[in-house]
């Protein structure tokens, strides 16, 4: 069973938290826990920061959460930039339940242009969360190891890897990717939309793994933090676009090699 709460409510309710955690407090963040480990935290962005192909908007704002449920959360028509950049509006909704999270975001364009490829990335930080931070992964490896350790990947320009291109959608990826500098880190290609992190415990593989339908560029750094980028399409003016995903906890029998 997992909980989950605004990044402000817990650290209002846990006064003594890591001084790092209350650094997260410039974008929409929730703090996620697992009954089974509830000294763990991570934190997830929903979301970091949005773009379309001209560029990126920079940092989205604080949301204001409120909660619907004991087991959803949400906030509606936040701003999309803190610069007010752009004029457009985000909307999320997250619920949980058992061992799973799912959320839906919504952007609406509210200014008299079209947004082309409009995006948005979106952050799992590990930090917190012990063994979790030392095991992240990402799907770019062949044949039935298809999960490899992201220490493993060799960056270039000297950089930690950063983001690697979603398979299927790699026209949209190199179209968003080549507008955004020194972050794009092209030389490695993902063969699914999602990214996770792990730990043995006893004789199990203990996974927290994020993944989208529309998640387009997959990254990781050294916070640590495993990263997404999600797909919205092109927004004409007053048009929302939608995108869906989930963030689930997967225990399977540890095989050594």
């Not at 457009?88 to 490829?117: K, R, Y």
């Not at 350790?149 to 960056?155: D, G």
Request: aromatic share 10%.
């Amino acid at each position: 069973m997992i909980s989950v709460s605004s990044l402000e409510e817990y650290l209002h309710n846990h006064p003594s938290s890591p001084g790092d955690l209350k650094l997260n407090t410039s974008c929409p963040t929730l703090v996620v826990q697992r009954e089974s480990c509830s000294e763990l935290l991570w934190t997830l962005r929903l979301t970091e920061f949005f773009g379309d192909t001209s560029g990126s908007y920079g940092y989205q704002p604080d949301a204001h959460w409120t909660d619907q449920s004991s087991s959803r959360l949400s906030y509606r028509d936040s701003a999309m930039s803190s610069t007010g950049e752009i004029d457009g509006s985000c909307s999320c909704m997250v619920t949980a339940e058992e061992d799973q999270l799912t959320f839906e975001i919504s952007v609406t364009n509210h200014s008299e242009e079209p947004w082309a490829d409009g995006w948005a990335w979106l952050c799992l930080i590990h930090r917190w969360a012990r063994a979790f931070q030392a095991n992240c992964e990402l799907p770019v490896g062949e044949g039935e190891r298809i999960w490899v350790p992201v220490n493993s990947l060799t960056a270039p320009m000297e950089r930690w890897l950063k983001w690697c291109p979603v398979m299927e959608h790699q026209d949209v990826a190199e179209r968003i990717g080549r507008n955004q500098g020194t972050r794009w880190q092209r030389h490695i290609q993902a063969k699914q939309g999602a990214v996770r992190a792990w730990r043995i415990e006893g004789n199990q593989q203990e996974i927290v793994q994020l993944t989208s339908p529309d998640a387009i560029i997959l990254g990781w750094s050294h916070w640590p933090c495993t990263d997404m980028g999600v797909y919205f399409g092109t927004l004409q003016p007053g048009k929302t676009g939608k995108v869906t995903g989930r963030l689930e906890f997967l225990e399977e029998s540890f095989v050594e090699i």
